[in-house]
């Protein structure tokens, strides 16, 4: 009981630095929360359909009495003055869904990178802080963007490795489903959980389960594209000539954005290169 409340301390801590950063990109014309929830974003951001859907879902089945009054009591629009649609009726309750499921997305993240690093041999209080700093460390992570499906991304990845290292398999294969429904990245993601799922299971097992992982995913993804065929935008933003653009000038290793209300790193900031590497280098020989 003490860590969960310990673990819903940081996850609303966490939560709140992303939503005083970014908010839920309200009033952006291409994919703020305005435009996902009246199915006008463009694509890609178009496919990403699960936090929204059940925000619709929770609305049709909720009475009116409740509604109201969690849009009132519960709007986050009073503390974060970027959450400017939280303010408007029509939004309201579902934004309040939106932002709660990403609630209990990093708490359950954090118990989940907890029952990770225990499968793995960690210390106890490694198993207990590990997870902390990392959540805590995550709204600076959403740098130069952040987006409503950053909390629920975050834990089908680590669903999905705690599933692997303890090898099963079929249930991999069926997380796929919500997750690429939350993103179709998820697609890319699954190969790099091979080498966990082998901890387990055989190299043919962990090689086809892999293979169905990336079949029900991709049908998912092939499904959702063909839905919002007709939609504007493109399929994928490709940004790696840009990349590699910004990587050139020495500006890039320099910048700072908000974070928490304060000063702090910006994309390939030095120093944060810096604590990857240390990172890196230190957790490498485990």
């Known amino acids: 009981l003490i860590l969960f ?29 305005e435009q996902v929830l009246d199915e006008q974003a463009t694509r890609p951001f178009a496919y990403r359909r699960l936090l929204p859907e059940a925000a619709d879902f929770a609305e049709q089945v909720t009475p009116q009495s409740i509604k109201h009054y969690v ?24 934004y309040v869904v939106i932002i709660y499921l990403c609630l209990v997305a990093s708490i359950l993240t954090l118990f989940v990178l907890s029952a990770l690093l225990r499968d793995l041999g960690f210390s106890h209080l490694a198993t207990i802080v590990a997870p902390m700093a990392f959540m805590l460390g995550f709204p600076f992570l959403q740098t130069v963007g952040g987006y409503f499906y950053d909390s629920i991304e975050l834990f089908f990845f680590s669903a999905t490795a705690l599933l692997a290292v303890r090898g099963h398999w079929i249930a991999l294969v069926t997380l796929a489903i919500p997750a ?39 049908v998912v ?12 935008g493109d399929a994928a933003h490709l940004q790696l ?15 700072v954005e908000v974070t928490y209300g304060m000063v702090g790193p910006s994309g390939a900031f030095l120093g944060t290169l810096l604590i990857i590497a240390i990172l890196v280098l230190r957790g490498w020989p485990s």
Do not use: C
């Open 241 to 255: 000539l840009n990349n590699i653009e910004k990587y050139l000038h020495l500006p890039t290793y320099a910048q």
């Open 180 to 218: 690429t429904l939350n993103k179709e990245a998820f697609f890319f993601f699954a190969p790099s959980l091979y080498p966990l799922l082998r901890t387990r299971r055989d190299a043919k097992t962990a090689l086809m389960a892999i293979v169905a992982t990336m079949v029900v995913s991709g």
């Open 71 to 94: 849009a009132d009591k519960l709007s986050p629009h009073r503390t974060f003055t970027r959450a400017s649609a939280a303010s408007d009726p029509k939004y309201a309750f579902r």
């Open 221 to 232: 993804n092939a499904w959702v594209k063909w839905l919002y065929a007709g939609v504007g």
């Open 5 to 33: 409340a310990l673990y819903w301390i940081i996850a609303a801590a966490s939560l709140s630095g992303s939503l005083g950063k970014w908010a839920l990109r309200d009033g952006e014309q291409r994919f703020g929360i």
